[in-house]
């Protein structure tokens, strides 16, 4: 619109001056002209400039994305051995089992009168002193072998913590490398966003100019035109040539009039309303049907389907069922959501999480101090936040509007 007024404005000057002195009505629109051109010209010099720093930033990008296929491949091996624990884990509790019941039918056989003294009693009755030789290595076979597995299952239990402590260690792994994940891929999409938008702005810049550039040339081919049938009117008959002269002076002031009215209606064209639209909590129901209805789908970086799903991508699929539509990321989620404190969060809200100083973990709140997401060890699956990893990187609540 303001383009629209100075294209108004200069006609008005253009059409007066070229009666009264054309010299100087080429000189101005020369002058505008060599300004489109100097702008141009700047601007291809910015273009080179953001082309440089474009390729920085799809180096930046690439970088980024190797970062990203590294941390997955140490996310696989980490599954890999949390498999391993877990199963070693199964098996030391199996052998633990074996020997308890073996012990126990041993302590049966020896103890079968009740008392401890049944050794005593098998020596004492031997026959001959070969017999009594071959008695006392029963004996010391038997109390060998208890003690051997008794030795071995005090071992395997010892075993069995050591595992299941570097279980939880191999799941906080995960889920700090989920995290940095979640972190890198927001890193992604604004880099990827700044890009479009710089080479956005320098395209329509440069075609802002090279219009007004070209507009100018327009103008002024009509002013010689017109200059030029003036002056041919005007050897002729000047009181007519006076005439037009008022006339086309008059015009363009009446064009201005309208053109400076035009903005206001444009403002109230493009006037609209605030629409507030009702918290998750009125779809609590359809939120939660899909969100249980993935659970146990896998953890998949960047995975938006049921075949495998990161935190926000979990969050994002439970909601639009609803009808609603989250950002892509975790801190997106958590810029885009109306914050609450714990004591007013209720189910279907968001809950979030920063492993590593950003907005790395997002969930869907249940009540109860617990939430669903789409955890790095388990896939979709309910966790406390009360317990000693989630409550140390809790954030805050967000309610989705």
């Not at 509790?93 to 049966?108: D, F, P, S, V």
């Not at 550039?213 to 017109?226: I, N, Q, R």
């Not at 970086?301 to 069922?321: E, L, Q, R, V």
């Amino acid at each position: 619109m303001k383009k629209k007024l100075v294209h108004l404005a200069l006609l008005t000057v253009l059409g007066f001056t070229t009666v009264v002195s054309p010299v100087t009505a080429y000189a101005s629109i020369d002058s505008d002209i060599e300004s489109t051109n100097k702008q141009l010209t700047d601007l291809e010099a910015q273009e080179k400039s953001a082309q440089a720093t474009l390729v920085e930033v799809a180096d930046s990008i690439k970088e980024n994305e190797a970062k990203a296929d590294s941390l997955v491949e140490e996310m696989t091996a980490a599954q890999t051995t949390l498999k391993e624990l877990q199963s070693e884990i199964e098996a030391l509790t199996e052998a633990i089992e074996n020997r308890e019941e073996k012990l126990a039918t041993q302590a049966r056989s020896v103890q079968t009168s009740g008392n401890t003294g049944n050794f005593v009693h098998f020596l004492l009755e031997s026959e001959t002193f070969a017999d009594a030789m071959a008695r006392m290595d029963v004996i010391s076979s038997l109390v060998k072998a208890n003690q051997d597995l008794v030795t071995a299952q005090n071992q395997d239990k010892e075993a069995v913590v050591v595992a299941e402590a570097a279980t939880e260690e191999k799941l906080q792994e995960q889920n700090v490398l989920a995290a940095e994940l979640e972190a890198a891929k927001a890193d992604l999409e604004t880099k990827k966003l700044e890009k479009e938008v710089v080479v956005a702005t320098i395209a329509a810049e440069k075609a802002d100019v090279q219009e007004q550039k070209d507009y100018y040339l327009s103008v002024k081919k009509a002013a010689e035109t017109e200059a030029a049938l003036l002056t041919s009117v005007e050897a002729v008959t000047p009181e007519v040539s006076t005439t037009n002269e008022s006339a086309e002076s008059s015009q363009p002031a009446s064009s201005t009039v309208e053109a400076a009215s035009a903005p206001e209606a444009e403002l109230k064209a493009t006037q609209t309303s605030n629409v507030t639209t009702s918290p998750a909590g009125g779809v609590w129901g359809t939120v939660k049907n899909a969100a249980y209805s993935v659970s146990g789908t896998p953890y998949l970086f960047g995975g938006t389907t049921t075949s495998g799903f990161d935190c926000s991508g979990f969050t994002s699929y439970a909601f639009s069922k609803a009808g609603i539509t989250l950002p892509r990321t975790a801190s997106g989620q958590y810029a885009a959501s109306t914050k609450i404190s714990q004591s007013q969060a209720q189910p279907g809200d968001l809950v979030f999480f920063s492993q590593t100083g950003g907005i790395d973990h997002v969930g869907i709140y249940l009540g109860n101090n617990k939430f669903i997401g789409a955890q790095s060890s388990t896939g979709v699956a309910v966790a406390e936040i009360n317990q000693y990893y989630w409550a140390k990187y809790l954030v805050g609540f967000g309610r989705v509007n």
